[in-house]
């Protein structure tokens, strides 16, 4: 049974409306801070490119806040480790691209390499240390990204991985991917478990917004198994307990009925 809150029936339209409200302050706010990024590419300065992608991840999720009536609550951050990590969250929506930006000192996000093609964001996203992953390349992918994620934990990063390798609907869980075990074992580092319930008000459609609170809920660092078998079993006991513990959906719930959530 989806243990999801709802709190009543809302009208399609309004989570439209706040879809097309946010949508239309997240491209003018993207092509802005876009264009201003500029001096800083020309100068090619990492360390500023990632605090100016972290201002600008503040004020997406400041706007999803205000336009959507979505509250963030993050439970758990006395969970992160200091210095570097390994970060397996669980992926629902475009939101969980922007809330580590600042909720870590100095995050990596091990992205898709088609993000990096897109117009302003993407030349940002390679200066400010991301990850790009070409999936197409197999094994050379899995040495690229092995080798990127040692020089980035050499640097005090905090990597972000989303295990499951694509969005999943708010309960519903994928094959956890070979990537994130080969990377715990090379790494030594803290594999910190991270569940969340942020496709119930960051809708796949790019047209709906729900209003209600959006945990993100960090658990404690995961035991030290062997095996890859050992390790999905872990990161996957993870995820149950801390969405057992804070009520988030453990079943898959499709948001397209447009429900009210509290």
């Known amino acids: ?11 399609p339209m309004m989570s439209i409306l706040r879809g097309l409200l946010f949508n ?10 876009g264009i201003g990024a500029l001096p800083i590419r020309l100068m090619k300065r990492r360390a500023l490119a990632l605090r100016y992608a972290k201002l600008w991840s503040r004020a ?6 205000h336009l959507c009536g979505v509250r963030i609550r993050i439970s758990g951050t006395e969970n992160l480790p200091p210095g ?8 629902q929506s475009f ?17 898709k390499t088609e993000l990096t093609k897109i117009p ?17 390349a197999g094994s050379k992918a899995l040495r690229n990204m092995m080798k990127a994620t040692q020089d980035a934990h050499a640097a005090g990063r905090q990597i972000i991985i989303f295990p499951e390798g694509t969005r999943t609907l708010p309960g519903e869980r994928q094959s956890i991917q070979p990537g994130i075990i080969a990377l715990a074992r090379q790494a030594g580092v803290p594999v910190v478990p991270v569940a969340t319930n942020s496709g119930l008000f960051w809708d ?29 079993k872990a990161l996957d006991k993870a995820w149950d307990d801390l969405c057992a513990s804070h009520n988030l959906p453990r079943d898959p719930v499709d948001n397209s009925v447009d429900p009210e959530i509290g």
């Open 120 to 136: 302003l964001v993407g030349p940002m996203l390679l200066l400010s240390g991301m990850i790009p992953v070409e999936r197409s």
């Open 204 to 232: 796949r459609s790019p047209w709906r917004k729900h209003p209600g609170t959006l945990d993100v809920v960090i658990g404690t660092p995961l035991p030290a198994v062997k095996g890859r078998e050992g390790f999905t």
């Open 24 to 33: 239309l302050y997240l491209l003018l706010l993207t092509l802005i801070m």
């Open 1 to 11: 049974m989806c243990i999801a809150r709802f709190s009543g029936v809302q009208n």
């Open 84 to 91: 570097p990590c390994l970060i397996a969250s669980q992926h």
């Open 95 to 111: 939101f969980d691209g922007f809330v580590w930006m600042n909720l870590v000192p100095l995050p990596a996000y091990i992205i």
């Open 60 to 65: 997406v999720l400041a706007g999803f806040e």
